[in-house]
């Protein structure tokens, strides 16, 4: 597998999809002759809280752009980010971002590497869920 070429990649905010965890994404950089790396900016209706998830054998930064949330990862308290934080959430922990702001609130999700669903754990309303199931 090749590596890829140099590139500029201009995403299509048209191609932005929102996922069942309530974060609509859109994908930046996410490819196989690249694994080490990928990239997508995520958004956060006001008021909505993300699912509780991991990923297994992907870390994970949330690069925070704008707005204001409350993040979760098993093992720590609650933190509240805004712009210009740097969430940093190891391979296998719990997750869940809430926007506490009225306007979106705008991260890059960085992996290492590469972001794939087959990764993607859902726990909400799992017995194994960090919180017992789910919370709004």
Known sequence: MGRPRPTLRRPDPGEETLTAER??????????????LSVARARVAPGV???????????ER??????????EVEGTEPAAVQAGDLLYIPAGHAQRIRNTGSEDLLFYALCTPRFR?????DLDGA?????GGSEP
């Open 117 to 121: 669903w087959a990764a993607y754990q």
């Open 23 to 36: 974060c609509h994404i859109l994908e930046t950089w996410n490819r196989a002759d690249d694994p080490e």
């Open 62 to 71: 949330y690069l925070i752009v704008s707005g204001q949330g409350l993040a």
């Open 49 to 59: 809280i993300t699912r509780w998830h991991r990923l297994q054998g992907i870390a």
């Open 127 to 131: 017995a194994n869920s960090p919180q």
